[in-house]
């Protein structure tokens, strides 16, 4: 409710939150700073500055540097994908598997002549 409130308190003098970014983390606390359209930092516990982005649909920013404090793995979607697809496979793969085609002989006559 009152991050509602000043959502509107911003629109109603003509001020938006452009971002909200996070700033530090000291002892286990993330904390952040609103950054306004008329060049206005201001300080801001992490839990109300995301709040309130979440209901201006403004970005959240964090440094790479408190990511890693944090050790938070930043994961890139589809690598991520492929690795859940290789342990899927190896989690089914057999022996058998690596046997080759029906019959024994190799695709396309690659074996050697003497």
Known sequence: ???DLLRDVLGAVGVALERVDIVALEG???FAELVLSNGVHLDSRASDAIALAVRTGSPVLCS???VALAGVEIVDVDQQAEV?????FLDHVTPEDFLGPPGGGTQG????TG
């Open 64 to 66: 790479a540097e408190i």
């Open 28 to 30: 286990g606390i993330y």
């Open 84 to 88: 859940e697809r290789f342990r899927d």
């Open 109 to 112: 006559g690659g074996g050697r």
């Open 1 to 3: 409710m009152t991050h």
